[in-house]
């Protein structure tokens, strides 16, 4: 038991407390974001991005006391380095594009260098995916009878919500319409729900019930049909890397024959039943044609911009609702390829992490990848909800690292 300032700070001196704080900041961020759009609190800055700073500065102050034990496999290091990297070729771009972003872009770099330097042990990572999850879970909770009430922006009244897809829904709530909560978008909402039910589909039994059934709600009430197939990607990964399938001797050959099925079953929905993908597809051929204009280096965000506003063809899309096409239109095909390659090596070093982490960080990395194929949830400016997903996903691999109960079920099969 901790008592008193002794306590405290030979806790920061053994845990990684910086990184539990971290991977928290962006839905407490983003919450603040919702609280209170577009207010000014402190020297020109809104809610969210003085809560971004001042949480980052706090890790700052927790990280130093931190003795790291551990270290990065290179495949850790180099992807982070890379990420860094993308950050500051997309910082650079955007100042020469004349575009526009916040101060909390720096929380970025700052908050995986520390990471870089002092690794938090395999169970600071574990509290870390709590402590995100879980903050994710609560401003999803908490927003819904504060926006009702209207002490905050009713999540029923976005933008871009819609009209309810569901009937039996539609009856219940007497026709609201879909729902964003606080993240802005019924877009972004929805893959938060996918990622809660997968995160917590491999948790222990209490933690499961409360992240799965808020996961379930938070897709219920957005109604966002591509994040449905990025749950039921990353729900394979879990089942497919369970203990009972690990334990059956032709099991990369049932494992195979899964994923070709459900790539099979996705692309039977699409052509049957929504060839467009929701005008995504129309979206997609729009914006290609403009970049073909600026193959090499993109068309910017004032050139997207400028075109949308003119109507030139593109359907009124100010993003390409698919984090690579985004970075391949926006910024040319060197970004492109540099996102694809970090996206990759997340999946890879999570898998690597199944023997000692467990199925959770590669489910969660696929399933925020798959639901990335159709809707531009992050790029690499700022320290958001799904790149500190990413992240966590990524860190989870560690060298000098102890198994989990539930890692050493499926260890055997990797």
């Known amino acids: 038991m901790v008592h008193g300032m002794p306590g405290i700070h030979n806790l920061v001196k053994q845990r990684a407390v910086y990184a539990w704080l971290a991977f928290a900041i962006p839905p407490i961020a983003i919450f603040g974001h919702a609280l209170s759009p577009g207010t000014v609190v402190f020297k020109a800055q809104t809610l969210g991005i003085v809560l971004a700073l001042a949480l980052t500065l706090v890790c700052v102050l927790l990280w130093l006391p931190y003795r790291a034990q551990g270290r990065l ?15 500051l070729i997309q910082i650079l771009r955007i100042q020469a594009d004349g575009a526009l972003f916040n101060v909390s872009t720096f929380c970025l770099p700052a908050l995986l260098i520390l990471l870089l330097l002092k690794p938090p042990s395999p169970a600071d990572i ?49 026709n609201l319409n879909r729902w964003s909560g606080p993240f802005g978008s019924v877009n972004y909402a929805a893959p938060m ?13 209490h933690h499961a019930w409360i992240l799965v059934s808020t996961g379930v709600l938070v897709m219920v009430l957005s109604q966002g049909r591509t994040a449905l197939f990025a ?8 089942v497919l890397f369970s203990q009972r399938v690990s334990q059956w001797p032709n099991r990369r050959a049932i494992r195979v024959g899964s994923v070709l099925g459900l790539l099979f079953a996705g692309l039977m929905y699409m052509l049957l039943f929504d060839p467009s993908l929701n005008g995504r597809v129309g ?10 204009t600026e193959p090499w280096t993109g068309l910017g ?36 390829l540099l996102t694809i390659a970090i996206l990759v ?20 990395a696929v399933t925020v990848v798959v639901a990335g194929l159709v809707e531009t949830m992050h790029d690499w400016t700022y320290w958001s909800i799904i790149m500190a997903m990413l992240v966590w996903s990524l860190v989870s691999y560690m060298h000098d690292r102890a198994p989990t109960v539930e890692a050493e079920a499926v260890s055997s099969s990797v």
């Open 231 to 238: 749950a039921v990607a990353g729900l394979a990964v879990v």
């Open 126 to 174: 574990r509290i870390a995916g709590l402590a995100l999850f879980y903050a994710v879970a609560i401003i999803a909770l908490i927003s819904l009878p504060l926006g009702i009430f209207g002490v905050m922006p009713n999540g029923f009244e976005g933008a871009d919500n819609g009209v309810c897809r569901l009937a039996a829904l539609c009856d219940l709530v007497n």
């Open 193 to 205: 729900g996918a990622a809660l039910i997968v995160y917590g589909a491999v948790q222990r039994r």
């Open 283 to 292: 979206i997609w051929e729009d914006l290609l044609r403009l970049w073909r």
């Open 345 to 364: 090596l997340i999946v890879i070093a999570a898998a690597r992490a199944l023997p000692t982490a467990g199925r959770g960080p590669v489910a969660v």
């Open 73 to 87: 496999p290179r495949i850790v290091v180099w992807t982070m380095l890379a990420i860094i990297a993308a950050w």
């Open 301 to 336: 965000s004032s050139g997207i911009t400028a075109n949308v506003e003119q109507a030139q063809g593109v359907g009124m899309a100010l993003h390409a609702h698919s984090v690579v096409l985004d970075q391949l239109i926006r910024w040319g095909p060197g970004q492109a």
